[in-house]
């Protein structure tokens, strides 16, 4: 295998594990079944193809357009890495200690009573559950990772298609899969998913510091 090749396949697997580990497919289950509640099956298929498909255009707009719009507001990559591997740590404590569940679901039922279901797929489930600060920081981030390289920014996007096909998957699939998980099951899996990503944030903090030495 190529340098080049060994490269680009290390980016798509780091960019695939951020975003799938931000996201977190599996526990977006029990929301969209709390948001769904009541909905028929063909209503329950239209939220979760709607909000993967605004979801996945947020994210993709943030991989080509959030540098830019970082530049011009003076804010440099390095800084947006530090602050970015922050947050994202932040988010896999909360995944660690529960805290994120409890956030989701109050956000769910926030919307429930306001809106009473109507443009759902739009809020809350693709922003902020889907396409939330955490997942829109983890894009820019990777996005910036690539540094302009077309073969990384088309990796990238092959891989908000997959999170968002995973995410649509999940929806389909929610009732069986949380059954299937019971409750035992989605605390281990959220807890494990905190700890990776934990360390992916740790890196992007690493990594950002050095890019501000070098620069110093």
């Known amino acids: 295998m190529s340098p080049s090749l060994a490269g680009l396949v290390e980016y798509f697997l780091s960019a695939l594990t951020t975003l799938m580990v931000t ?15 009541g909905m028929t099956s063909a209503e329950r298929r239209s939220v979760a193809i709607r909000a993967t498909l605004i979801a996945a255009g947020i ?45 989701k679901t109050n956000v769910a039922t926030t919307a429930i009573n306001l809106d009473h279901i109507r443009n759902v797929a739009a809020f809350p489930l693709a922003i ?10 983890a894009t820019m981030l990777t996005a910036g990772a690539a540094q302009g390289d077309a073969a990384k920014l088309a990796a990238l996007i092959l891989v908000i298609a997959i999170v968002s096909l995973a995410c649509l ?48």
């Not at 943030?62 to 602050?83: E, H, S, T, Y």
């Open 128 to 137: 902020p559950l889907m396409a939330g600060p955490g997942t829109i920081t």
């Open 59 to 103: 994210m993709a707009g943030f991989a080509f357009f959030g540098q830019p719009v970082l530049r011009a507001l003076g804010i440099g990559v390095p800084a947006f890495r530090i602050a970015g591997g922050l947050l994202l740590f932040w988010i896999s404590f909360e995944m660690i200690f529960e805290l994120r569940t409890q956030r």
């Open 169 to 216: 998957l999940t929806f389909l699939v929610s009732e069986r899969l949380s059954k299937l998980l019971g409750v035992t099951g989605n605390l281990v899996l959220t807890r494990l998913l905190g700890v990776i990503l934990a360390a992916l944030a740790v890196q992007f903090v690493i990594d950002g510091v050095k890019a501000v030495m070098a620069q110093g």
């Open 23 to 37: 996201v977190d497919p599996p526990g977006l289950a029990p929301i969209f079944l709390s948001l769904t509640l």
